[in-house]
């Protein structure tokens, strides 16, 4: 089996060379606490947050002042209903190694479109690898999404995956085949973990970041691996020329949610990390993001390897690796396969089978649906 992630309780940001060298996962962080909404007139992202400046092939555009699902245009997406009167859960249960199972989608289509950063505006990002819903456009809302259809082995997935794609010269490389996009728990207490709401949408990490906060992002797994070759910021200088060899890289997602919105003007600042426990070895939610949901970590493989001395994202160099989830799942297919594999504490497959614990069934049946 390939080497696996799980997700630390550190205690320094320090030390993550040492723990992500053993195949630990990334170093539990809390995010910003969410800005204010304002009253009136436009908003401006927090430093740090939204796009705004350009990688080079990331055309300059300003954020659409409305969607369909923002018509105020002021970049807040409340949920519907809030989720309210939720406390961070410090319980332990028992442990078990594993609490996941696989979302298996292939791509789809590239497109210069981002309807999270850039909705309505065709054209105005950089150019993003798709996979899952095959319809994922500037102008996708949660509506157009669970209407179309997935490139996802389970047919309830209707969900957006996107990342920015990967050139080597002016060749895109796009993955092969179903990609593992894993759905864990990000805390300790694995049974208070509960499905995305429909509509949630978020970026994962930033095209602007240097590749030292590459490197320290709370997300940062093993960053780019080639061969024996990881834990690496830049692309692998040597990577084997060999059939079964290709460039991968795994990044995690913050799985903490304030409850609030499904969408905030940075697409980062409704959703954190978790932290450690005071006096423990545990991890919780923030206070202030207390409702947990699903880890997710993107596990990419591209067809390429050798000389990777031309390779680039279409956001700029290697460091500037980000994605985006809008999630919309079918909401009883989602709650089956967290409840059966995350909250069940087992490993499961995309139909959300651990082959280790025959005894406890699917979740879904041979063609990935419900029963």
Same mark, same amino acid.
């Not at 300003?62 to 319980?91: F, H, K, L, M």
């Not at 795994?250 to 409704?270: E, I, M, N, V």
């Given at each position: 089996?390939?080497?696996?992630?799980?997700?630390?309780?550190? /205690?320094?940001?320090?030390? +993550?060379?040492?723990?992500? &060298? !053993?195949?630990? =996962?990334?170093?539990?962080?809390? $995010?910003?606490?969410?800005?204010?909404?304002?009253?009136?007139?436009?908003?401006?992202?927090?430093?740090?947050?939204?796009?705004?400046?350009?990688?080079?092939?990331?055309?300059?555009?300003?954020?659409?002042?409305?969607?369909?699902?923002?018509?105020?245009?002021?970049?807040?997406?409340?949920?519907?209903?809030?989720?309210?009167?939720?406390?961070?859960?410090?319980?332990?249960?028992?442990?078990?190694?594993?609490?996941?199972?696989?979302?298996?989608?292939?791509?789809?289509?590239?497109?210069?479109?981002?309807?999270?950063?850039?909705?309505?505006?065709?054209?105005?990002?950089?150019?993003?690898?798709?996979?899952?819903? /095959?319809?994922?456009?500037? +102008?996708?809302?949660?509506? &157009? !999404?669970?209407? =179309?259809?997935?490139?996802?082995? $389970?047919?309830?997935?209707?969900?957006?995956?996107?990342?920015?794609?990967?050139?080597?010269?002016?060749?895109?490389?796009?993955?092969?085949?179903?990609?593992?996009?894993?759905?864990?728990?990000?805390?300790?207490?694995?049974?208070?973990?509960?499905?995305?709401?429909?509509?949630?949408?978020?970026?994962?990490?930033?095209?602007?970041?240097?590749?030292?906060?590459?490197?320290?992002?709370?997300?940062?797994?093993?960053?780019?691996?080639?061969?024996?070759?990881?834990?690496?910021?830049?692309?692998?200088?040597?990577?084997?020329?060999?059939?079964?060899?290709?460039?991968?890289?795994?990044?995690?997602?913050?799985?903490?949610?304030?409850?609030?919105?499904?969408?905030?003007?940075?697409?980062?600042?409704?959703?954190?990390?978790?932290?450690?426990?005071?006096?423990?070895?545990?991890?919780?939610?923030?206070?202030?993001?207390?409702?947990?949901?699903?880890?997710?970590?993107?596990?990419?493989?591209?067809?390429?390897?050798?000389?990777?001395?031309?390779?680039?994202?279409?956001?700029?160099?290697?460091?500037?690796?980000?994605?985006?989830?809008?999630?919309?799942?079918?909401?009883?297919?989602?709650?089956?396969?967290?409840?059966?594999?995350?909250?069940?504490?087992?490993?499961?497959?995309?139909?959300?089978?651990?082959?280790?614990?025959?005894?406890?069934?699917?979740?879904?049946?041979?063609?990935?649906?419900?029963?």
């Amino acid at each position: 089996m390939a080497r696996r992630s799980k997700i630390v309780s550190g /205690t320094l940001i320090a030390g +993550a060379l040492l723990l992500t &060298s !053993l195949g630990l =996962g990334g170093i539990a962080m809390s $995010a910003e606490a969410p800005p204010a909404k304002p009253t009136s007139g436009g908003v401006t992202a927090p430093a740090g947050g939204g796009v705004t400046a350009a990688h080079a092939g990331h055309v300059m555009a300003a954020p659409s002042s409305s969607s369909p699902e923002d018509p105020d245009g002021d970049g807040y997406i409340p949920a519907n209903p809030p989720v309210t009167g939720v406390t961070p859960s410090t319980q332990e249960p028992p442990h078990r190694y594993f609490h996941e199972f696989q979302a298996n989608c292939s791509v789809s289509h590239t497109k210069a479109d981002d309807p999270i950063v850039y909705p309505q505006q065709p054209g105005a990002s950089h150019d993003h690898t798709f996979m899952g819903n /095959t319809t994922t456009d500037a +102008a996708s809302t949660t509506a &157009s !999404l669970d209407a =179309g259809r997935t490139t996802c082995k $389970a047919p309830g997935d209707k969900s957006g995956y996107w990342m920015p794609t990967l050139f080597n010269d002016d060749r895109p490389v796009l993955p092969i085949g179903p990609q593992t996009i894993y759905y864990k728990a990000g805390v300790t207490d694995y049974t208070s973990v509960r499905p995305f709401p429909k509509g949630l949408r978020f970026v994962v990490g930033d095209p602007m970041q240097t590749a030292e906060e590459f490197r320290r992002h709370p997300g940062f797994v093993e960053g780019w691996e080639c061969g024996d070759s990881f834990f690496n910021v830049e692309f692998p200088k040597d990577c084997p020329v060999r059939p079964d060899v290709q460039l991968n890289i795994r990044f995690q997602a913050p799985s903490c949610w304030d409850g609030r919105y499904l969408d905030t003007p940075d697409h980062r600042s409704h959703m954190a990390y978790p932290v450690v426990n005071p006096g423990t070895n545990n991890n919780v939610c923030p206070a202030d993001h207390p409702v947990a949901l699903p880890m997710v970590e993107f596990k990419m493989a591209f067809p390429v390897n050798g000389d990777l001395s031309h390779a680039r994202l279409a956001s700029g160099p290697s460091w500037s690796f980000h994605y985006d989830f809008f999630n919309a799942w079918d909401a009883p297919t989602l709650k089956a396969l967290v409840d059966h594999c995350v909250v069940g504490a087992l490993q499961c497959d995309a139909r959300g089978y651990d082959q280790t614990h025959p005894e406890a069934g699917a979740a879904l049946d041979e063609n990935y649906e419900l029963p």
